[in-house]
């Protein structure tokens, strides 16, 4: 994809599943759609299938055939869209409105051929902007292409998202508005802590680490995207007309907060691989084996050698657990490292800042305010912007409150920060 | 479409939604398919959407829009033969046979741009080609094709069956298989003839006169392309084993059977013009106006004039009725006829055999049974493998039931006429 010159008139918006689930939601929607199109606004709509549709379908799959092909379950999950883009057009047409809806292959999004996780190589606008000429909302089905070898795929998880990104990337959208049924990105999941704060603003680079510890709002892929073309994102909830939060490159006010959101995952487990020789190469060929077995690993810590000696430690999801300890038990054979061991009982605080860059002792002050209340740190590993601490897990929600309260990250320190 | 070389070893086997209802019903079509395949055939598939899935689609966009527009009704129902044929070819997959599943407009089914009532115009037929080759069950979504707008379009009522004729016409396949929830055609609905007997051969043209009054077996379309291709139809049940009703050119004993099947119709209504001047053209303009509303007239009866006037009286669907007395009242006032009639209370009997045209005296044979049994007949029309008579509504079963028995249609006579 090449960048475009900006169209500010033209927005990109994104409807998730669970705001056009049913006949009012999708009645809501073609209003919001509207109220856009009555400022003057050119139109782009992307649609995910309707509420839980696609997991019944594939739930109806998996009883025919516990282990469909990946080319059948694209054929099949890639209507959920069509049925819900179809119906919006038609709602939108009874309040007046001119609307038409494309499938992915329709409207020319054209994928690699891995299917169920498709990577989209072009978008063809040509029918598109016909329509947007002559004033009609285009609403686009989500999720799905067509191959280089002319069958349908989708594109994985977060797939509409990346779908409405690479529309508006294509077409020159400056801002991709992405609904949902949350109002925004918090400073931490407010189920967790009851003073969290949305964020008018957050920089890619942040929700880039806020996703992948399993901020469930945005997917990563999504993200880059709009990061790489510099589109900027708008998540807001499909129910209120409040403002969202704007994801940018360049984000106001950054020089003040240092830390901009803290995440807690419960749902990991930690294996070590004990005495590992310390050869080159051994920590390549460990992952190497384990990507094969298809587990996302997320945190790797391994420290400095003693005796010619390491120890390394990851962490995955529990669902994989049992498997990944199968595999590592393999490789720790295969590699004469010591045993094996594992542990559910933990809980992974991570805590992101741009500010970080700039803004020297974070981590200390991090390590320091858990030490104060007791809270011992198992493992520890950084990147430029995040610090992720592994505590054990009956403690986690305690070291996500302590440290959210001393990043002054609550509701009543909101107006210092930001307007 | 071009008169293709027969391919012996080529099948197209169609299915019904109530043949692919739910997941028990798509493996059992998967296990036919596949006991079809065994014994070296090349096959292609045909589906409808799953059972009641359709209807379902349109009901919510109705409540969505009751006045959708067609393009988006076709964008939506088209989903249902993708889910299924999809869901088929796992199925297919499960039992270690290679299949693909297409849609419509993957497959290359070219229409014209009318939506939910398209005709294909022409087939593709270079990636079924391919499929079949490598020995690949290739299943096809039934009622579907692209239009040469690049538009996704349906084929209206009865179109899966369409699409399943104009596949074998395209490929060259001897026999069409037409999967339904009847063992075949019968000489009268055994739901109201109980001695009722199943065809072992049927003429097209015959076909044509038993699906036109409502034998809901086939639509006429498909019948009328698989004549006009010679491409033998064999309808039965999905249910079971049995041999069904080959519908096809020259069929065997024709001399034998004078009077093939009887129906019964009891939803029409008949609408009488009064006094209507006798001029050229008249007929014309009375049923050009008609046709603008969308109504379907059935049988249209003009009798000589008396005195430069006549009658001309004609039946509807009951469900039409009052639109049609609304317009039929418009232009009688235009034309200067006399009063407009209707009645509710009538019953269609049909009799068709292609063996009136070498029988003479069948039409008599008819009437003289029905007056022997005091049924007096209101209407009379006829073709030339046909015959059409109005009775009261109350005496439509009784005309039925004497006129199968005068024909000697029953089982107990089975023996003689049919092996």
Redesign the interface.
């Known amino acids: 994809m090449e960048k475009k010159r900006k169209d500010k008139n033209l927005v990109v918006q994104k409807y998730g599943g669970s705001s056009v689930a049913d ?1 009012r939601s ?2 809501r929607v073609a209003e919001r759609v509207i109220s856009s199109a009555k400022r003057g606004k050119k139109i782009i709509v992307v649609v995910s299938a309707m509420g839980k549709s696609t997991d019944e ?1 594939i739930s ?2 998996k ?3 516990p282990e ?2 990946d ?3 694209d ?2 999950v ?2 959920g869209e ?2 819900s ?3 919006l ?3 939108i ?2 309040r007046g409105f001119g609307a ?2 494309f ?1 992915g292959p ?1 409207v020319g999004i054209i994928t690699d051929t891995y299917h169920t996780q498709a990577k989209i190589l072009k978008i063809e606008t040509e029918r598109i902007r016909q329509q947007l000429e002559n004033k009609t909302i285009v609403i686009v089905a989500g999720f799905q292409g067509i191959s280089t070898a ?3 795929t989708t594109l994985g998880r977060g797939g509409s998202d990346l779908s409405a990104v690479a529309l508006a990337v294509a077409l020159g959208a400056e801002t991709c508005e992405i609904y949902t049924d949350v109002e925004g990105i918090y400073t931490a999941d407010p189920r967790k802590i009851s003073d969290a704060n949305k964020l008018s603003f957050i920089s890619y680079d942040e929700m880039l680490e806020l996703a992948s510890a399993g901020a469930q709002v945005m997917h990563t892929r999504a993200v880059e995207v709009a990061k790489k073309f510099n589109v900027r994102l708008h998540v807001r909830s499909s129910f209120s007309k409040k403002e969202g939060t704007l994801i940018m490159g360049q984000t106001p006010l950054i020089e003040e907060t240092v830390v901009r959101g803290i995440t807690l995952t419960e749902n990991e487990a930690k294996i070590t691989i004990c005495d590992v020789p310390d050869k080159p190469g051994i920590a390549a060929f460990v992952f190497d084996k384990l990507a094969k077995i298809g587990v996302n690993i997320d945190m790797i810590v391994q420290n400095v050698s003693r005796r010619k000696m390491t120890d390394i430690s990851f962490t995955v999801s529990n669902k994989n657990l049992n498997k990944t300890i199968k595999k590592t038990e393999e490789i720790a054979a295969k590699i004469k490292a010591g045993k094996v061991n594992s542990n559910k009982n933990i809980a992974k605080i991570l805590v992101v800042g741009i500010g970080m860059k700039s803004h020297s002792g974070v981590a200390a002050r991090c390590f320091s305010v858990l030490a104060k209340n007791k809270i011992n740190i198992d493992m520890i590993s950084t990147s430029e912007i995040s610090i992720s601490c592994i505590v054990n897990k009956n403690i986690g929600k305690k070291a996500l409150a302590v440290l959210h309260a001393e990043f002054g990250l609550g509701k009543g320190r909101r107006k210092k920060r930001e307007r």
Request: aromatic content about 0%; overall charge positive.
């Open positions: 006949r999708i009645e379908l109806l799959a009883k025919i055939n469909p092909s080319r059948e379950m054929m099949l890639s209507t069509q049925i883009c179809s119906l057009a038609m709602s047409h009874k038409v809806s499938t329709q002319l069958e349908i």
